[in-house]
């Protein structure tokens, strides 16, 4: 299943925004052209680039609450097991209102020093508090329904409740699906985000009585089954099947345990696939990122590779993943008084049945649970499991602690390969707190310039203020006003293609030509941007008339009244040349 989110996503940021005109009528495929918003790289990846490795830590208590009155002589940070003397220290009270949280006495053998050694520059405070991005993902596939779990719907309940605390200022949220049935992109917008989590119902692919009612071979069954081939699991198998009057062979069961593990395993991939689709569109947002997962546990067993793909995906990008364990503290029923249990074993008329399924109930809950644990480890992220109380769990999953520590060091005797480092902050005198901290980061590599991603580079272009001339593009502005308080601009680039280079492929002639536009406010702040893109692949015929006329793309933009900067620039894909140019557009 490839999920069905990123297909409304891109249906949904690809506006009519982007439009090739010419005197020629090209053939179909001959021209391609889309446009989105545009978001810049992170620039929160923690990535050594300068002479400091810079990370802010979150500490909290036993109730989940953060810590404040720390100081620089409580914490450690160890560097692949290397302790790093700490360079720059500072508290930090977000505006959820840290700064009035009563001082606790920091533990015995701290010290006042929260300013920078000599030689090194102090940390500088902001007022400005960067814009937050939340993706709330529900796992409705795996999710279990009835009256005997409904965890889906106890998380409903306990996220529509969330969102009213964490709409905080400068707070964008997004919902996403497994399914793909509901979602929603990041807004501030409450009435939406209530109408989208209350829509939210089961889409279960699997029962998770198994393939038949008997023989029953659960999910969990079939992974013994089929992984371990255990003995005692198909002897279980078959007794119940006896009891239930459906006689059934080991091959036989074994057979239906490796199907109903294929199942099983498919939907663990598509969950971790759509994980890395939603980890993959979050790291694109412009601001501190998080992702907070709410299921009910799927087999992460034998999918090891695909989750360290995601924590390393995770971690380039910038983006945190806590998980929520829909199921609380799982009380699921005796064996032998659950529901789906065989007759002849309710009121314990089996020792060997008891005893076997009570066995096998923890390392079910662990095998089910260890993907959301190992994706919220790797990535400097917290699982809430083992709890009820789901509203105190997207809170303290969900919120930005009300006290942060900002601390750096000097990566001293790092070599220049790009590798990953392993970070590790310590509280020395923990008691019952929990640290928090980014995981890693990242080493620069010796050939920075020459291995500049093309995304790197249109961000850099974009945020500069050169004049570029590599590729032949012209720019004019035409504005509307629909209303009093709107303005509708336009913005044509106009393309002499006779003088850009192409690639053949088969009979066409081939380029991507990449636009972004960018207005900026009077202190230099994006406003809005937008990226469209021109895919070329043009017959000879359409090419001539084309290479006459020029090609045209245009995106449009509905903007309050007001002075802006527009920033404009143009890329092709052939030899990677750029144009870029920056003017002044009065919408008043």
């Excluded at 914490?75 to 505006?95: L, M, P, V, W, Y």
């Excluded at 459906?246 to 199942?263: F, G, K, N």
């Excluded at 942060?404 to 005198?429: N, Q």
């Excluded at 406003?527 to 449009?556: F, I, W």
């Amino acid at each position: 299943m490839e999920g069905q989110w990123p297909k409304a996503r891109l249906s949904a940021l690809r506006p009519s925004g982007v439009r090739s005109c010419s005197q020629q009528s090209p053939g179909p495929g001959e021209i391609r052209v889309s446009s989105q918003p545009y978001v810049p790289q992170s620039p929160y990846t923690i990535r050594v680039e300068t002479k400091l490795v810079d990370m802010v830590v979150a500490v909290r208590d036993g109730h989940g609450r953060a810590v404040p009155g720390l100081k620089l002589d409580d914490f450690q940070i160890f560097d692949d097991g290397k302790e790093r003397a700490i360079s720059i220290f500072s508290q930090e009270a977000t505006a959820s209102g840290g700064a009035d949280l009563p001082s606790r006495a920091a533990p015995s053998g701290s010290s006042p020093s929260e300013t920078a050694p000599a030689g090194v520059p102090a940390a500088k405070s902001t007022e400005v508090k960067p814009v937050r991005f939340l993706a709330l993902f529900f796992d409705d596939v795996n999710a279990k329904d009835g009256p005997a779990a409904g965890d889906l719907g106890r998380a409903q309940a306990a996220a529509r409740r969330f969102v009213k605390d964490a709409l905080q200022p400068g707070v964008r949220i997004g919902i996403f699906t497994l399914s793909g049935k509901q979602t929603l992109d990041f807004t501030a917008d409450a009435a939406k985000l209530d109408e989208t989590i209350g829509a939210l119902s089961p889409h279960m692919r699997i029962s998770e009585k198994g393939l038949e009612i008997c023989p029953r071979i659960t999910p969990f069954r079939a992974y013994k089954i089929a992984q371990f081939r255990d003995a005692e699991t198909i002897h279980l198998v078959m007794i119940e099947a006896a009891m239930g009057n459906c006689p059934a062979s080991p091959q036989y069961i074994e057979d239906q345990a490796v199907e109903t593990w294929r199942r099983a395993r498919e939907i663990s991939l598509d969950t971790l696939a759509s994980i890395s689709r939603v980890v993959e569109y979050l790291g694109r947002m412009p601001g501190h990122r998080v992702l907070l997962m709410a299921s009910s546990g799927f087999f992460g067993e034998t999918l090891e590779l695909q989750q360290e793909k995601i924590i390393d995906q995770a971690v380039h990008a910038g983006v945190v993943i806590n998980a929520l364990d829909a199921k609380g503290l799982y009380a699921e029923g005796l064996p032998g008084a659950r529901p789906g249990d065989p007759q002849a074993y309710k009121g314990g008329g089996s020792t060997y049945y008891l005893t076997h399924e009570t066995m096998q109930l923890g390392e079910r809950l662990m095998v089910v649970n260890s993907a959301m644990a190992d994706l919220a480890q790797g990535t400097g992220g917290v699982f809430f499991h083992n709890n009820n109380d789901l509203n105190a769990g997207f809170h303290q999953l969900g919120l930005s602690p009300d006290v942060t520590y900002r601390m750096s060091f000097i990566p001293e005797g790092v070599t220049a390969d790009g590798s990953y480092h392993k970070l590790k902050v310590k509280l020395i005198h923990s008691g019952s707190y929990s640290v928090e901290a980014r995981p890693g980061y990242f080493a620069p590599e010796k050939t920075a310039a020459a291995t500049e991603s093309p995304q790197s580079k249109i961000d850099r272009e974009v945020m500069a203020s050169d004049t570029l001339t590599g590729v032949p593009a012209g720019l004019s502005i035409q504005v509307g006003k629909p209303s009093a308080s709107q303005r509708v601009l336009s913005v044509i680039v106009h393309l002499d293609i006779s003088k850009l280079a192409f690639s053949m492929q088969n009979d066409r002639k081939t380029q991507r030509i990449t636009f972004v536009t960018a207005l900026l406010d009077s202190q230099g702040k994006m406003v809005t941007a937008k990226e469209g893109t021109m895919d070329l692949a043009l017959k000879d015929a359409t090419y001539d008339n084309l290479a006459r006329t020029g090609v045209n793309a245009k995106l449009s933009f509905e903007m309050a009244p007001g002075v802006y900067s527009l920033r404009e620039v143009v890329e092709e894909a052939v030899n990677s040349n750029m144009a870029s140019s920056t003017n002044s557009v009065d919408l008043r």
